[in-house]
């Protein structure tokens, strides 16, 4: 029976809630009438995207609500607000999610109202018939019927606020489309960086060590001493040029993720980065490993926040998480320095976004000015 209170205590607050939000949709009504007037007239053409934008945070309100209430959060989709006046007001105007804002204002009003009127009667017959209920034994039957009130209020809402399911389906396709396009981009960066290393470095050392090899073939029958001298330095122009070839490879894919997982790896970067890193792992270490794909992203992520807070936070300590959810892993990094990361200002943070959007993957980025600074990154796992 107290559990059976405190869900209907809950429910009634949360008719509360509706209740306010109805009350506002009645004073929407008016705005409405306002706007549609005063554009009308033109005078006050300036007046309806304004208005537009104060209804799209009211519907984000409601949105937020039904998220919390139900553990599912609800989509929007809405054409940005931009340009001139008459781009403005034109969009306003033709913006399918105007005419859904509006439709759910005035069902708001309508059954938050009645919702609240019917539920405090209910709730004072609830405690009563319900007491009687419990003291004989019997489950109780009235006060759930606030929740399924409650319930019903967040469906009819998800129903009318989420947008149709050709325009969320145009919106992932230029979702996906503009990450693709990134993903080339930084693939074909990544290629040109391989090129330039090879070119650089590697090669350049290979043509050395011929020349040198070819020197010391000539001389070592001449001159023995200086032909062996030679082909010592031809010795530390092959290590040098095995080292490159590591470097390379490793940015492609860095081999301590073959040997030892992702958790190994990301402890060795851990105790390399010369700060104070501690590794917290959920989800289990013994598990199936996670595509390489995947495993080389969220390494990749570790590295370079570790690096960026080495080099610019002015931090001595850090904290890496490493989560295996279903279908998904998440990875976080959090440093206690001065913080203000500017994404615009290297190559650093994008990079990292445009890995994670090859994987289809989400960044997050938390780095107000005094810190700390928050990197977290979701990768479906599949």
């Known amino acids: 029976m107290r559990e059976t209170l405190r869900d209907a205590m809950r429910a009634l607050g949360q008719l509360l809630v509706a209740f306010g939000l109805g009350l506002v949709s009645l004073m929407f009504l008016p705005l409405v009438l306002f706007t549609v007037i005063f554009t009308l007239i033109v005078v006050g053409a300036g007046v309806l995207p304004e208005s537009v934008l104060l209804l799209r945070r009211f519907a984000g309100v409601k949105r937020r609500w039904v998220g919390e209430w139900t553990g599912e959060a609800v989509p929007e989709a809405y054409e940005p607000l ?4 008459r781009e403005r007001v034109r969009i306003a105007l033709e913006d399918p999610g105007t005419l859904r804002d509006l439709r759910w204002v005035a069902v708001q009003f309508l059954y938050g109202t009645g919702a609240w009127c019917l539920g ?25 019927l606030l929740t399924r009130l409650v ?60 020349m040198r090899i070819g020197l010391a073939r000539r001389a070592y029958d001449d001159d023995p001493v200086r032909g062996r001298a030679l082909l010592d330095d031809a ?51 013994d598990g199936p490993r996670a595509p390489a794909a995947v495993e080389a992203a ?40 001065r ?44």
Do not use: C, W
């Open 151 to 210: 319930d019903h209020d967040a469906a009819l809402a998800r129903r009318l606020l989420s947008p149709a399911p050709g325009r969320r389906l145009a919106e992932r396709v230029a979702e996906l489309t503009v990450t693709r396009a990134e993903a080339v981009a930084a693939h074909g960066a990544e290629l040109r960086r391989i090129e330039r290393d090879l070119h650089d470095g590697t090669q350049a050392r290979l043509v050395s060590l011929s």
């Open 82 to 85: 931009v340009g001139e006046l």
């Open 235 to 285: 010795q530390d122009q092959v290590e040098a040029a095995l080292g490159e070839l590591r470097h390379v490879v490793r940015g492609i894919h860095p081999p301590i993720l073959t040997d030892r997982g992702l958790v190994g790896a990301v402890r060795a970067l851990a105790a390399a980065s010369g700060l104070q890193v501690v590794v917290e792992v959920t989800g289990g270490e």
């Open 339 to 382: 913080g203000g990361a500017d994404e615009g200002g290297g190559t650093g943070l994008l990079g990292i976004r445009r890995r994670i959007a090859a994987l289809d993957g989400t960044v997050r980025v938390s780095s107000p000015v005094g810190g700390p600074t928050v990197v977290d990154v979701e990768i479906p796992n599949p």
């Open 120 to 144: 405090m009667p209910l709730a004072v017959v609830g405690v009563l018939v319900d007491g009687a209920l419990y003291a004989v034994g019997r489950r109780p039957a009235v006060l759930p």
């Open 298 to 337: 969220a390494y990749f992520v570790v590295a370079e926040a570790l690096t960026n807070a080495a080099k610019h936070s002015g931090a001595e300590r850090a904290t890496v998480e490493l989560a295996r959810g279903p279908g998904v892993l998440r990875v976080g990094v959090r440093d206690e320095g």
